[in-house]
């Protein structure tokens, strides 16, 4: 349950740990207001971490509290990608702008109607080089996993 005020709001909900009792949880996390730019005013949760008290937007129900995500030590989940992950990505997002599959085995997408050629040859050559690296970095990864079971 929710409830809210102008400068708080109370989460009440029951948490539970794997083998033990359910507990009744009531936390009020106080709310901080700024103006917009065009009028009106934006709420902000003010983090209720023993020692945060940092502005966010959003908690999150990891564990027995709602806290942010610095409390909780969640990163990004860019922050969890090799070179090889980001390459990789990078080649999928120009193929779906291009209106294609994400898809790396999938013919390369034609150049969509209003696109200038020379910004389709370009995002294709970006394209194109960000697979290539990553397939090079997915394969110094591989060898390096062949070194290290070799070992064993």
């Not at 400068?7 to 009744?24: A, I, K, P, S």
Request: hydrophobic share 30%.
């Amino acid at each position: 349950m929710v409830q809210t005020d102008q400068d708080r709001v109370t989460l009440e909900y029951r948490y539970r740990r794997e083998g033990e009792e359910w507990q009744d949880i009531k936390e009020p996390v106080p709310l901080t207001w700024t103006p917009c730019n065009y009028g009106g005013a934006r709420p902000w949760f003010i983090c209720p971490g023993a020692t945060c008290g940092r502005r966010v937007a959003i908690l999150y129900g990891v564990g027995r509290y709602f806290l942010c995500r610095h409390c909780y030590g969640l990163g990004y989940e860019s922050q969890r990608e090799d070179r090889a992950d980001r390459l990789r990505n990078k080649a999928q997002a120009i193929r779906r702008k291009l209106g294609g599959s994400a898809n790396l085995n999938a013919p390369f997408p034609e150049k969509p109607k209003g696109m200038h050629w020379k910004t389709y040859w370009r995002l294709r050559r970006e394209a194109q080089e960000a697979e290539h690296a990553s397939f090079i970095a997915l394969a110094e990864r591989l060898n390096l996993l062949t070194e290290r079971m070799e070992k064993i």
